[in-house]
């Protein structure tokens, strides 16, 4: 075990619809929005030209979209633990998160369901997890399926 | 007394000369890399500098002349970075040259003298020991008054080989006025 | 209408109706440049702070995964093109860049992915896109422009499915 990462699992049978993920708060700055294309490799200018962003009608730059998509699937993994698999991830974007700017997730249970794609049954949560700015405007909805691992293995 | 500095990120260490002058010969324990010498990171920095160096994009030729794919020299800084944040929760490490207790604000390069021993390889996961070598006295230069802080960085390959000497000189200036 | 955004993103110019008959068009396959990479990983994981000890610890990954793991918002990067490489200083812009339209600048709306299998370090990732839709021209508060929609396959080099994904962008002339 390496101190600092997250081994806590959490499994099905255990989760209830409802059910609240706890909420994550990051403070974005230009060096967090600049790390965008360093670790992405995501150059469109809008994520490390200020100048580019506000040609664009934009105040500033802004993370790019795998930033989001990370920062949702953190969210979504950190509830579930690090033995879930992530089947479906759909997001929109309604506004921008700029640098100088917080994140804000949240998100909750909204569905437990299992299927059987290709005769392998796959136990399952759907997670409604929003991203907003610091002034509560929503930026990206997203809607996540989260396969969990079953007591009860079948 | 230690400050983080907001502009760059850095944690700076003020004191006096003095001070400074005592941490000559300190050497910092051994410090490995949180990545092993890797192609995409090879490959993404000589697509920076424009380098067709056939020992960075063909594995066929880089293996047969070097057992591997190598590191540009100049990446060697690279290896040792840290990462901006680690769920074991250590803080990026300050540089050395900015712990060095000084009056300073803030430091600029003066110059990097390199040697060589080995070349990096990818799957090679370095570490580094650090040493103050030298704080020169107070000196005025057209950005301010400051100091000259040399340091020596001894990188390693996880099989104890030795890879690289670099000295470094920096200039930390900035204060207005310099104490005793 | 004269873009004030630099052209300098590689976009291809054109009328709507020229985007409209590319619709339905799908690129050749494009194999990744690079394997799924643990270094890279540890950058992305430090930059949207996720301690997932599928991505960080290597024995763990192993046990659960059979190695250690790409988080699922990584898929793009494993394709990324590089911007330069020996002999090919130019390379193919992706497929939404070269969609002829008269709007100087884009922005993703959303993103719908799905994942089949983990992307473990050493997969080598190979995608095929596919223009599927281009709206007629619409105004939104960014400005006037066309709806864009991609789909891509993502596959691993023996061909196991990988992830589906639909993208969905506004090229625009900003407000």
Same mark, same amino acid.
């Given at each position: 075990?390496?101190?600092?990462?997250?081994?806590?699992?959490?499994?099905?049978?255990?989760?209830?619809?409802?059910?609240?993920?706890?909420?994550?708060?990051?403070?974005?700055?230009?060096?967090?929005?600049?790390?965008?294309? @360093?670790?992405?490799?995501?150059?469109?200018? #809008?994520?490390?030209?200020?100048? $580019?962003?506000?040609?664009? =009608?934009?105040? &500033?730059?802004?993370?790019?979209?795998?930033?989001?998509?990370?920062?949702?699937?953190?969210?979504?993994?950190?509830?579930?633990?690090?033995?879930?698999?992530?089947?479906?991830?759909?997001?929109?974007?309604?506004?921008?998160?700029? @640098?100088?700017?917080?994140?804000?997730?949240? #998100?909750?249970?909204?569905?437990? $369901?299992?299927?059987?794609? =290709?005769?392998? &049954?796959?136990?399952?949560?759907?997670?409604?997890?929003?991203?907003?700015?610091?002034?509560?405007?929503?930026?990206?909805?997203?809607?996540?399926?989260?396969?969990?691992?079953?007591?009860?293995?079948? | 007394?230690?400050?983080?500095?907001?502009?760059?990120?850095?944690?700076?260490?003020?004191?006096?000369?003095?001070?400074?002058?005592?941490?000559?010969?300190?050497?910092?324990?051994?410090?490995?890399?949180?990545?092993?010498?890797?192609?995409?990171?090879?490959?993404?920095?000589?697509?920076?500098?424009?380098?067709?160096?056939?020992?960075?994009?063909?594995?066929?030729?880089?293996?047969?002349?070097?057992?591997?794919?190598?590191?540009?020299?100049?990446?060697?800084?690279?290896?040792?970075?840290?990462?901006?944040?680690?769920?074991?929760?250590?803080?990026?490490?300050?540089?050395?040259?900015?712990?060095?207790?000084?009056?300073?604000?803030?430091?600029?390069?003066?110059?990097?003298?390199?040697?060589?021993?080995?070349?990096?390889?990818?799957?090679?996961?370095?570490?580094?020991?650090?040493?103050?070598?030298?704080?020169?006295?107070?000196?005025?230069?057209?950005?301010?008054?400051?100091?000259?802080?040399?340091?020596?960085?001894?990188?390693?390959?996880?099989?104890?080989?030795?890879?690289?000497?670099?000295?470094?000189?920096?200039?930390?200036?900035?204060?207005?006025?310099?104490?005793? | 209408?004269?873009?004030?955004?630099?052209?300098?993103?590689?976009?291809?110019?054109?009328?709507?109706?020229?985007?409209?008959?590319?619709?339905?068009?799908?690129?050749?396959?494009?194999?990744?440049?690079?394997?799924?990479?643990?270094?890279?990983?540890?950058?992305?994981?430090?930059?949207?702070?996720?301690?997932?000890?599928?991505?960080?610890?290597?024995?763990?990954?192993?046990?659960?995964?059979?190695?250690?793991?790409?988080?699922?918002?990584?898929?793009?990067?494993?394709?990324?093109?590089?911007?330069?490489?020996?002999?090919?200083?130019?390379?193919?812009?992706?497929?939404?860049?070269?969609?002829?339209?008269?709007?100087?600048?884009?922005?993703?709306?959303?993103?719908?992915?799905?994942?089949?299998?983990?992307?473990?370090?050493?997969?080598?990732?190979?995608?095929?896109?596919?223009?599927?839709?281009?709206?007629?021209?619409?105004?939104?508060?960014?400005?006037?422009?066309?709806?864009?929609?991609?789909?891509?396959?993502?596959?691993?080099?023996?061909?196991?499915?990988?992830?589906?994904?639909?993208?969905?962008?506004?090229?625009?002339?900003?407000?």
């Amino acid at each position: 075990m390496i101190p600092g990462v997250d081994y806590h699992q959490r499994y099905w049978e255990d989760v209830a619809e409802g059910e609240e993920l706890a909420p994550v708060e990051d403070e974005i700055t230009y060096r967090r929005v600049v790390m965008n294309p @360093a670790t992405t490799w995501d150059y469109f200018p #809008g994520h490390h030209d200020p100048e $580019y962003a506000k040609a664009q =009608g934009q105040p &500033t730059i802004y993370i790019n979209t795998m930033h989001f998509l990370g920062f949702i699937d953190r969210l979504a993994t950190a509830w579930g633990g690090p033995a879930s698999f992530i089947t479906r991830r759909k997001m929109s974007m309604r506004h921008s998160i700029y @640098a100088g700017d917080t994140m804000v997730g949240q #998100g909750r249970v909204v569905r437990k $369901y299992t299927d059987e794609p =290709g005769g392998r &049954t796959r136990h399952l949560v759907e997670l409604e997890i929003t991203v907003e700015n610091q002034d509560g405007q929503l930026c990206v909805p997203a809607t996540v399926h989260l396969e969990l691992p079953a007591r009860q293995a079948s | 007394m230690a400050t983080v500095d907001e502009g760059t990120g850095y944690e700076i260490a003020f004191g006096t000369f003095e001070e400074a002058k005592a941490m000559v010969g300190q050497a910092t324990p051994v410090r490995f890399g949180r990545v092993e010498v890797n192609a995409p990171m090879i490959q993404h920095f000589s697509m920076m500098t424009e380098d067709a160096n056939a020992s960075y994009w063909d594995e066929e030729y880089a293996v047969a002349t070097w057992g591997a794919l190598v590191s540009p020299p100049a990446m060697l800084m690279v290896w040792l970075m840290p990462l901006e944040w680690d769920p074991e929760g250590s803080r990026p490490e300050p540089l050395l040259t900015a712990r060095v207790p000084l009056p300073g604000t803030t430091f600029v390069n003066a110059s990097t003298d390199t040697e060589f021993f080995a070349p990096m390889r990818v799957g090679d996961h370095l570490n580094v020991v650090e040493e103050v070598v030298d704080v020169s006295e107070e000196k005025k230069t057209a950005l301010g008054v400051g100091h000259f802080v040399t340091t020596l960085s001894t990188y390693r390959r996880q099989d104890g080989q030795l890879v690289a000497k670099n000295t470094n000189v920096l200039f930390r200036f900035g204060a207005e006025e310099e104490g005793s | 209408m004269t873009p004030e955004v630099p052209a300098e993103i590689g976009l291809t110019f054109g009328t709507y109706e020229e985007a409209r008959a590319l619709v339905g068009t799908r690129t050749s396959v494009v194999f990744a440049e690079r394997a799924v990479t643990g270094a890279l990983i540890k950058y992305f994981c430090a930059m949207v702070r996720d301690a997932n000890a599928s991505y960080w610890d290597e024995e763990y990954a192993n046990q659960q995964w059979g190695g250690v793991i790409s988080p699922p918002a990584m898929l793009l990067t494993w394709v990324v093109m590089p911007e330069w490489r020996p002999g090919d200083p130019s390379p193919a812009p992706m497929l939404l860049g070269r969609v002829p339209l008269p709007d100087p600048t884009v922005i993703s709306v959303g993103t719908d992915m799905e994942f089949f299998v983990p992307m473990r370090v050493g997969d080598r990732l190979n995608v095929e896109e596919t223009l599927v839709d281009v709206s007629p021209r619409k105004t939104t508060s960014l400005g006037e422009g066309h709806f864009l929609s991609t789909e891509s396959f993502y596959r691993r080099g023996d061909g196991t499915p990988v992830a589906r994904y639909v993208h969905d962008l506004f090229r625009f002339t900003p407000a």
